[in-house]
């Protein structure tokens, strides 16, 4: 992997904060774009911005034909079925949220859904929301000192009202790459389907949802060097079809009537109003750049600066505790340094050019299980160095001599 010339695609790399090279460890929150996606997005509003699926006009069938390649791109990319198993969203968020909605229409008072306690509020809050207007019961997996989920008590959670497992392929506080295969495995031998939260997968893992035999998926472009404001919903045909739109609108229609109205085939039931055309095109340009590196050479370098930043803290700052120490894990720490209050040591970083992210990283409740309030993270992306690494650490060792 040629990581200068990575680099060189990511201009904002080139900044400076607080007169130093910025050292960019916040891609769990949201990576940066490299030029290829920024250029398509500049493209489609200099030459070739129209309404999708409306018009007969040539610009109009470019921007639909830019938009469907994208979701062909999609399919294969995680190896989905069909096209139309992908479903165009804002996010991870409004993925999760369409299937609470719709297939949570489905539910009855007093059924159960299982989660984990590593779940971002994305994947909790939708959940609770249903359960505002039903009887739903939601069950917790925790997590034993490692961070990885206890199986035995996820085995132990269904019963003959769980309707759906929602948990994340990836925890973005702990790093840790749940065993979803054999938990999906394990949820289909009760006969109960299984929505996966792959927001901290996509960027790092090659996605095979057929392999997985995930029923949904659901990921954001903008943590995967892609635009903002585009996530995918995979989901398996049968349930996709059998379940009711979730907003109401134009593109979703077949026939609208003040008598009644019947609606479209999939995806496009699911994808109400003027979708993120532009975006949608881009993502395609994100997965290119992806497969033009290798999502395995990725994975290998990301987790390579995890593992020599990880012993680097744990021999040069005192009273270091780090949060995640799962046998499989991503490029991602969090950590505490006792008696320092985490954003101290984020606003400190910062002032030393280091971007890392600071709180409770929409993870309250995994926050109240580990017995703190917030902490630090510094995650990894493509165009991460070594060289950075070592002078995350050395600035770390700084901001904690300078607290002490
Ligand atoms: N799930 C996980 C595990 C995440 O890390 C995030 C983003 N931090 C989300 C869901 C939500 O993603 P988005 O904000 O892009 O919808």
């Known amino acids: 992997m ?29 990576s ?4 290829q996606v920024v250029d398509e997005i500049s493209r489609m509003y200099t030459s070739a911005k129209a309404n999708v699926h409306r018009g007969v006009h040539t610009l109009s069938q470019e921007a639909t034909d830019a938009q469907e390649a994208t979701r062909r791109a999609v399919a294969r990319y995680i190896n989905a079925p069909a096209p139309e198993q992908v479903i165009f969203t804002r996010g991870t968020t409004e993925a999760i949220n369409l299937v609470a909605s719709s297939y949570g229409r489905l539910l009855e008072n007093g059924d159960e859904i299982i989660l984990t306690v590593m779940e971002h509020h994305s994947n909790i809050v939708p959940w609770q929301l249903l359960g505002s207007r039903k009887r739903i019961m939601l069950r917790v997996v925790p997590v034993n000192a490692r961070g990885e989920l206890d199986l035995n008590v996820y085995a132990s959670l269904f019963n003959e009202r769980t309707r759906l497992v929602a948990m994340c392929h990836v925890s973005n506080v702990l790093g840790t790459v749940n ?119 990725i994975e290998r370098h990301e987790v390579a600066l995890m593992r020599h930043t990880q012993e680097r803290m744990l021999a040069e700052i005192p009273g270091l505790k780090i949060y995640g120490n799962a046998a499989d894990k991503s490029p991602v720490i969090s950590f505490n340094i006792e008696g320092e209050h985490h954003y101290d040591v984020g606003l400190l970083l910062d002032k030393l050019g280091v971007a890392v992210r600071t709180g409770h990283h929409c993870a309250q409740p995994l926050m109240k299980a580990l017995g703190i309030e917030g902490c630090v993270r510094a995650s990894f992306g493509v165009y991460n160095t070594m060289a950075e690494a070592d002078a995350f650490v050395d600035a770390l060792v700084r901001v904690s001599t300078m607290l002490r």
């Open 2 to 30: 040629d990581i200068e010339k990575i680099r060189r695609d990511f201009p904002i790399l080139d900044r400076q904060i607080n007169g130093r090279p910025l050292i960019y460890l916040d891609n769990t929150a949201t």
């Open 32 to 35: 940066q774009t490299p030029r």
């Open 179 to 297: 065993p979803v295969k054999s938990m999906i495995a394990e949820a289909h031998s009760r006969g109960v389907p299984v929505l996966i939260d792959g927001a901290q997968a996509s960027p790092h893992m090659r996605i095979d949802v057929q392999d997985l035999d995930a029923d949904f998926y659901a990921f954001s472009a903008h943590k995967m060097y892609g635009p903002t404001g585009v996530g995918v919903l995979y989901g398996k045909k049968h349930l996709l079809k059998m379940m009711p739109p979730y907003q109401g609108g134009g593109e979703m229609i077949a026939h609208v009537s003040f008598e009644g109205t019947t609606y479209a085939e999939l995806p496009f039931k699911f994808e109400a109003g003027t979708p993120d055309f532009v975006g949608i095109a881009a993502l395609r340009k994100a997965l290119e750049y992806i497969d033009s590196i290798g999502i395995e050479d």
